[in-house]
């Protein structure tokens, strides 16, 4: 399925061959989030995470921007009784839910990244960016004290310091310091964004599915200070006891790449 340049629609899903690409499809509005979006989001995630033949997810935007975050027109529109009702927590649900996703995660940055969507591309494993990438936490001028998950992610992905530069000064950033703060792992040129993406994605996607799933939980729990020592013992042994693992001993020992079945 093709996304349609001429129209704004809720986020539209694609699969193939093992790999979820999740694409932001409002380019007149620089992708920007809509409640809608948010309950569409969730949707697709619930469906990846049923979906074992999915091994890698990547979202990008329609366009020239990544996403300019949420409708903060929508915030005004709610708070005049003009905005239909919707969970106001809906945004940091939506998020938290893309971070615990058991499959590994890409944001391609094909653009600017603004206001909420900085932590929709946080909460992504990998960050490629293009040249034209920047963003931009407005917050502060808009008299918003961010949320509990967002703020952890931040302190936790790109450090103290730079949490607070982003936050307390909400001025844009460019892509060159982006990747020196940690916000993006690479920048590659715009015509090579996807193809560099979809290598990533193969990359990631030809490792074991359960192990892949059992150390991103590990390492972004350790990153919340949250790992629960007995279920990282137990996910230990459920990956050392499944056949993934022996596959990858085998494979490893006849020189030829494993295939792996998620079990």
């Known amino acids: 399925m093709t996304a349609d340049k001429s129209a704004s629609t809720t986020p539209i899903l694609t699969i193939a061959?093992?790999?979820?690409?999740?694409?932001?499809?409002?380019?007149?509005?620089?992708?920007r989030l809509e409640p809608a979006d948010l309950e569409a989001l969730i949707e697709i995630y619930d469906r990846i995470a049923k979906d074992v033949s999915i091994r890698v997810l990547v979202i990008t935007g329609t366009g020239k921007s990544f996403s300019s975050g949420f409708h903060i027109g929508a915030l005004k529109e709610r708070k005049e009784g003009k905005q239909k009702e919707y969970d106001p927590n809906a945004f940091e649900k939506m998020v938290d839910k893309l971070e615990d996703l058991r499959v590994p995660t890409i944001a391609a940055l094909n653009g600017g990244v603004y206001g909420g969507s900085t932590d929709l591309a946080l909460a992504c494993d990998f960050r490629i960016g293009v040249d034209a990438t920047r963003m931009f936490m407005p917050a502060a001028r808009l008299g918003i004290v961010y949320y509990q998950s967002g703020l952890r992610r931040y302190v936790s992905r790109i450090g103290l310091n730079n949490a607070?530069?982003?936050?307390?000064?909400?001025e844009p950033v460019e892509a060159k310091e982006l990747l020196a703060m940690g916000y993006l792992s690479e920048i590659v040129p715009a015509d090579q964004?996807?193809?560099?993406?979809?290598?990533?994605?193969s990359q990631i996607a030809a490792n074991a599915p359960l192990a892949l799933a059992m150390t991103k939980k590990a390492l972004n729990d350790v990153a919340a200070g949250r790992l629960d020592p007995n279920w990282h013992e137990e996910a230990r042994t459920l990956c050392a006891k499944?056949?993934?693992h022996q596959e990858g001993l085998k494979a490893w020992a006849e020189k030829r790449k494993p295939v792996f079945s998620g079990r």
């Not at 964004?193 to 994605?201: E, F, N, S």
């Open 17 to 31: 061959e093992g790999k979820a690409t999740i694409r932001l499809n409002r380019p007149a509005e620089h992708n």
């Open 164 to 170: 607070k530069r982003l936050f307390l000064t909400a």
């Open 193 to 201: 964004l996807m193809t560099r993406v979809d290598a990533l994605a």
């Open 242 to 244: 499944s056949d993934d």
